[in-house]
Nanobody
């Protein structure tokens, strides 16, 4: 599986962005998909995951929404009410296991940079 993320950019605090991650392969629907992010000097952290339901890190709950379109082999991350602390490189990932976290990823995509200015 190859993953290609897009949609990053610069936005002011309170703004919105939507990230997309297109996946290759015909078994996309069988993977748990997730988004992670990494800020300078910090470890990569989990943002959200989706298979048949979604789950989120507490830091983004209520502001971010993850969704997927299995017909298009694409997963999305809608980010609203962005804060400067959301600034990071965002990565999409796929897991063949029943969950996804930093230790349960089979495929990583290249990141896309999100910058939120105050």
């Amino acid at each position: 599986v190859q993953l290609q993320a897009s949609g990053g950019g610069s936005v002011q605090s309170g703004g919105s962005l939507r990230l997309s991650c297109a996946a290759s392969g015909r078994t996309f629907s069988s993977y748990v998909m997730g988004w992670f992010r990494q800020s300078p000097g910090k470890e990569r952290e989990f943002v959200g995951g989706i298979w048949w339901s979604e789950y989120y890190a507490d830091s983004v709950k209520g502001r971010f929404t993850i969704s997927r379109d299995n017909a298009k082999n694409t997963v999305y991350l809608q980010m609203n009410s962005l804060k400067p602390e959301d600034t990071a490189v965002y990565y999409c990932a796929a897991s063949s296991r029943a969950t996804i976290n930093a230790n349960a990823v089979d495929y990583w995509g290249k990141g896309t940079l999100v910058t939120v200015s105050s």
